[in-house]
Each structure stands twice: as structure tokens, then as C-alpha cells.
């Protein structure tokens, strides 16, 4: 009775077919996990086909390389004790990589299409997960043990005796096949005697998300929706017309840090991520160099160092200790980038769930941190919070500080605002105001210059209103729109270089500016340009984002908008002197218009011009404009 019970064959299973099963068993897990990671949005989805083989291949060798070689280590313990353990062990094998799988394609299932799984699961829901993987791993290991009882006759044994030795060449022709080298470690920008400075200034970067200068006092705007700003910029060295590079938060807060241009970085929107060099230039890595404490806060699933792998540069990023995986970094120094990457995501994907499963570390819900209730939302966003941890790394430090806040009360949840207090939408409904209403946009501007005033106060109480660069601007214009002027201000100690520049500037020369002012010599490879000393000049101002209408999904882009030649990159536009000029890469549509409040002092460039100038920018940094390669392009009626 109990060994009819038991989930092994009373037939003993041969050592060939156990590695031959096994190496099936990797196979088929490598493929599945490979179609998954393949096809949902990810940094993987945007290699080329050629590079997603190379990968299949690489990480099926990897794994049937361990599982052969546990089993082989088993077959070892066999040759000396003849115990039936071993081969039952073995048998374990082949049914837990297949359990694994098991666990995850359900998973993969129902959080898809019922937004329940492994991370939703808390309490006694993580028992009932515990206790499916363990009839998952019963019924496998039964099956298993079934099929190789079936192949263990003499005939079956005499043709696979050289299966082990054959499995092993076939995994170290792949590995030899497929690998790549890392690249050297990437230099230090810095010499790496750069001695930090006394006395240098902290600095303060605040973007707040999707602010018009347009719909501020301190450009003018009829309401007072920003008082304090505009005492401030009384003050500073303001921008008058002033763009973003990106219609998107990432390629914007990027292109601040790095200066320079989204289609540089290939950073725009996710599952874009900075890679090679590109993860290494930016300005908190300089300013470590000199001896800065940085730090970065916003709400995670918009802006965080790690997912967009700003590497070296945050001490602290959204609360959290900024640590690479030391994992993944170990996984950087054996594999290429690409590689390390898809392994560390392969590998971290089961196990989180069976950590998660057998209580040993609660998996992250990344969804459940989105804000679920509209009135909540400034406490959802955790501005307020943010606000107060910035406030005091700048107070308690003893060394010079560069933070990143990243306001959120001015993105709308669900096309609408929700104010604390209704000043400009007074007597209108909250629940009622339509889509994008600028009455309810207003009062979130004012709240967002409430907490402009709390930090001035904060700054002066503790003595660091002259120890301080703050710096104001957003990471793209009003609903996702890269045409509209934006607040570009930064307050010098001691009022310094307080002036307003008519010419158009752009935030990637925010960085190149801030290094001037600290006399630290600015990288040849930031595209930004000072205007500390000197007005720009006249130039074309460059932006990309990913389009008008885009299908999402968890925060990222669907695989079918992010194929060659041009990727996540819907669109690149130029502003010169008040007018602006915009090419969709994909459709080939021209359209044109005038910046209504822009104050530029030039003449704008003709159009055939603003098109040679975007197909220039693109043919410089690597793309393949051969569908661009004349202006007879399609204008919107």
C-alpha cells in the first residue's frame, strides 16, 4: 500500500535516461521562460532577433550545465554506495525544473487576467501556494519517475549509454558558441585622485511633473499660482523659454541628469534602460567624484535610479539604500550586459516566487504601490514624505549634498487633480471637473509652490539659504507635451548670476551649467551647453517622445512599439526661435506650429531645414533613417 503511495517506480530508473530527461526538462523551462521574456515588455524585447537566439541558446547551456553536473555528482554517490537515494534525488531533478515552470506559467496566468498571483498572495494564501508547488513537485516527480521506469530496459540502456557524454559536449559547444566577455570595467570619468572640495554648495533639483511655465506667476501667468517661485526668480538665472527633450518623465529626468538628449542615452520611456557607458555619464556620478552625498526621491514607478540603472550615482534612491544586486554584478563581471541582464531576471523570476512561497522573503507587488484612491493622492504619491526626507539629508549632513525631488502632486491621477484645498477651482465639483481641467491643475501648482516655500523657510532657518544651488524645472510639459515652455530656474547663493535669458535653453543644459558654477570641467560628452556666463546663442531644440496615443501595459510599452528602425522613439521635434517642428518617425507625418507665448528674440529656420537637422540628429547617434531619406513627407492637414 505505502509504496503504491510513493510518487518513485518501483522500477529503477538508468543513469542515461535520468540525463537525457534532465536536459529535456532545461530545455523546455529555457524556451518557456525565454517566449515570456521575450514577448512582454522588457529591455529583452528590444534586442534584435539574432541576439534573443544567442540568449536562448547561452541560457539553456548554463542551466543544463548545472543540472548535469549535480546529477553527475549523484551519479558518483551512486558509484560508491549503490544506495537507491541517488537516482531518487536524480528523479528530483528533471520534476523540480518542471515544477518551477510549473508554478510560474500559472502564475504568469492569473496575473495576467485576474491580477492575482505569488506577490498578492500574504498569510495563509502563501501557505496555499506553498502547498500547490508541493502536489505540483508530487505529480512531476511521479510522472517522471514514470516515463524513465518505461525507458529502463537493456535495448534502451545499450543505445543511451553515451547520452551523459554526448549532452555534455552539446553544453560546452553552446557555451562556446553563444558566450561573450564582458566589456573592460568602465573608467572612472574622474581621475580618481579628484580630492573633494571644502565648502562646495548642496544642491537642490526639483522637477515636478508635467509644469507649464505658462500656468505660473513667475512667467507671468494672471493667477498668483506660484508666489514664492516668483520672489525667487527675482533672483536667479531664469529661463525664458525654456524645453524639455522628452514628452515622456524618463527620457526627461534622464536627459536632465546625464545632459544629454534621450536618443543619445536610448532612454525614453520604459522597458528603455541606460546601457554601457551611457549608465556611467551623468551629473551624481561626477559630483561623487567631489565628494557629494546623493540622493534621490519621487515615487518609484515614474523615476528611480535603479530601474532606469543610473549606475554610481544615488547613495540613496526613494528611500532605499542604493545597492546593485551583488548578484547581478557578479553576473556582470562573467557575461556580457545583455546576458547578465536576461539571466539575472530569469533567475531572480523563480526565485522570488519560491522565496516568497516557502516564507523566506515577501515578494514585491510593484502594482499595489500605484495609487488606488484619487482623494489620497498626495499622500499616495508620498510628496509630502519625499519632501521631509530631502529636507533632512540637507540639514543633518556633514558633507555636500546633491538631491533629486521629484514632484508628483502635479501629475493628474486618471485625467483629473485632486487638490487639498480648492483656491482657483473653488465652487466646482471634485468629481465632476472633466478631463485635465487647468482650474484644478492650478491649485496643484500652488501646492507644489506651498512646498517651494517650506523648503526656502527650511533652508533659511538652518542657515542654508547661501550654502545652497536650487534648481526648478520639469520633466516635460502638460499632458506629455514637449512643446511648451517650462520653468528652467536656478538660485545661485549670495542672488549670483540672476538674470533672464530670452534665447531658448533646454534642460540637458542644466548639468554643463551646475559644473561651470563648481569650476569642475565639463565631459566632452554632455550635449548641453553652460549658459552660467554667456547666452546660448541661436540653436535647435531637440525632443523625441513616444507619439500621441500609445497601448501600455504595467507601465511599459507594448512589444509592437518598440521595433526597429526606430524603437520606443515616436517622434523627434525641433523648437527654433517660437516655432516648432515635429516628424513621427513610423507614419512619416510633418506637422508644424508656433510656440503662442514664446519669446525667443530670432528668426526660426525654414522647414526643410528643421527636417535635414532631425534626420542629421538621428544618423549621429546610430539610427537608420533610411525611410527619412527625403522631405516628401506627409503634412497634417
Not at 529535456?24 to 522588457?42: G, H, N, Q, R
Not at 526661435?577 to 530670432?602: H, V
Amino acid at each position: 500500500m505505502f509504496k503504491r503511495l510513493s510518487p518513485f517506480s518501483t522500477r529503477e530508473p538508468a543513469w542515461s535516461g535520468l540525463f537525457l530527461m534532465t536536459s529535456l526538462s532545461a530545455l523546455i523551462y529555457a524556451l518557456m521562460e525565454w517566449l515570456f521574456l521575450t514577448t512582454k515588455p522588457s529591455a529583452i524585447a528590444i534586442l534584435p532577433i539574432s541576439e534573443k537566439i544567442r540568449i536562448l541558446l547561452l541560457s539553456f547551456a548554463l542551466l543544463n550545465g548545472a543540472a548535469l553536473a549535480l546529477l553527475a555528482g549523484l551519479g558518483a554517490g551512486w558509484l560508491l554506495f549503490r544506495w537507491h537515494i541517488w537516482k531518487r534525488l536524480g528523479i528530483l531533478l528533471p520534476a523540480g525544473i518542471l515544477s518551477g515552470l510549473t508554478l510560474l506559467l500559472v502564475d504568469n496566468f492569473t496575473y495576467t487576467l485576474f491580477r492575482f498571483g505569488v506577490s498578492t498572495s500574504v498569510g495563509w494564501s502563501r501557505a496555499l501556494y506553498l502547498l500547490g508547488f508541493a502536489i505540483i513537485l508530487l505529480l512531476w516527480t511521479r510522472e517522471v519517475s514514470g516515463w524513465l521506469a518505461a525507458w529502463a530496459n537493456r535495448s534502451q540502456r545499450r543505445r543511451l549509454w553515451m547520452a551523459p557524454a554526448a549532452l555534455a559536449g552539446l553544453t560546452v559547444a553552446l557555451l562556446a558558441l553563444t558566450y561573450i566577455p564582458p566589456q573592460a570595467t568602465h573608467p572612472p570619468l574622474w581621475s580618481a585622485g579628484a580630492s573633494a572640495r571644502k565648502n562646495l554648495p548642496h544642491i537642490l533639483l526639483i522637477t515636478a511633473d508635467g509644469l507649464n511655465a505658462n500656468h505660473l506667476s513667475a512667467y507671468g501667468y494672471e493667477r498668483d499660482t506660484t508666489p514664492r517661485l516668483r520672489q525667487l526668480a527675482e533672483r536667479s538665472l531664469v529661463g525664458e523659454n525654456a524645453y524639455s527633450n522628452s514628452a515622456n518623465t524618463a527620457g526627461g529626468v534622464v536627459a536632465i541628469l546625464t545632459g544629454k538628449y534621450p536618443t543619445t542615452n536610448r532612454l525614453l520611456y520604459p522597458p528603455d534602460t541606460l546601457k554601457g557607458e551611457n549608465a556611467f555619464q551623468h551629473l551624481p556620478y561626477i559630483l561623487k567624484t567631489y565628494g557629494y552625498t546623493s540622493v534621490q526621491y519621487s515615487f518609484p514607478y515614474f523615476v528611480d535610479a535603479y530601474t532606469l540603472n543610473i549606475q554610481s550615482g544615488f547613495d540613496v534612491a526613494n528611500g532605499t539604500v542604493f545597492r546593485q544586486s551583488t548578484f547581478l554584478t557578479r553576473l556582470q563581471t562573467i557575461f556580457d550586459e545583455a546576458s547578465a541582464g536576461y539571466l539575472y531576471e530569469l533567475l531572480k523570476r523563480i526565485a522570488d516566487r519560491l522565496r516568497h512561497i516557502f516564507f523566506l522573503k515577501t515578494m514585491t507587488n510593484y502594482r499595489l504601490l500605484l495609487p488606488t484612491n484619487p482623494q489620497a493622492l498626495p499622500f499616495e504619491y508620498r510628496d509630502e514624505e519625499n519632501l521631509k526626507q530631502v529636507l533632512d539629508t540637507l540639514t543633518t549632513s556633514d558633507k555636500p549634498v546633491f538631491a533629486h525631488l521629484h514632484w508628483m502632486g502635479t501629475h493628474p491621477l486618471g485625467r483629473k487633480f485632486y487638490p487639498r484645498v480648492q483656491v482657483f477651482s473653488q465652487g466646482q465639483s471634485v468629481d465632476q471637473q472633466g478631463e485635465f481641467n487647468p482650474d484644478f491643475y492650478d491649485d496643484k501648482i500652488l501646492e507644489f509652490d506651498q512646498a517651494l516655500g517650506q523648503i526656502l523657510d527650511t533652508l533659511e532657518a538652518h542657515g542654508l539659504a547661501d550654502q545652497t544651488v536650487l534648481v526648478i524645472a520639469s520633466d516635460h510639459g502638460f499632458i506629455f507635451n514637449n512643446l511648451a515652455r517650462l520653468p528652467w530656474i536656478i538660485h545661485f547663493p549670495e542672488d549670483a548670476y540672476a538674470r533672464r535669458i530670452q534665447q531658448e535653453v533646454q534642460n540637458i543644459d542644466l548639468a554643463p551649467t551646475l559644473l561651470e558654477y563648481l569650476s569642475i570641467p565639463i565631459p566632452e560628452w554632455m550635449e548641453g551647453q553652460s549658459v552660467l556666463r554667456a547666452d546660448p546663442g541661436k540653436r535647435p531644440i531637440f525632443g523625441t517622445g513616444v507619439g500621441d496615443t500609445v497601448k501600455t501595459e504595467n507601465g511599459f510599452l507594448v512589444e509592437e512599439t518598440v521595433k526597429p528602425p526606430f524603437y520606443n522613439f515616436g517622434f523627434v521635434s525641433v523648437v527654433s526661435c517660437n516655432q516648432w517642428y515635429r516628424l513621427k518617425l513610423n507614419s512619416r507625418i510633418w506637422e508644424t506650429g508656433q510656440i503662442p507665448d514664446g519669446t525667443a528674440p530670432c528668426t526660426p529656420i525654414p522647414e526643410e531645414e528643421a527636417f535635414r537637422l532631425i534626420v542629421q540628429h538621428l544618423q549621429e547617434r546610430g539610427f537608420d533613417t533610411g525611410t527619412l531619406s527625403s522631405f516628401s513627407v506627409v503634412k497634417r492637414p
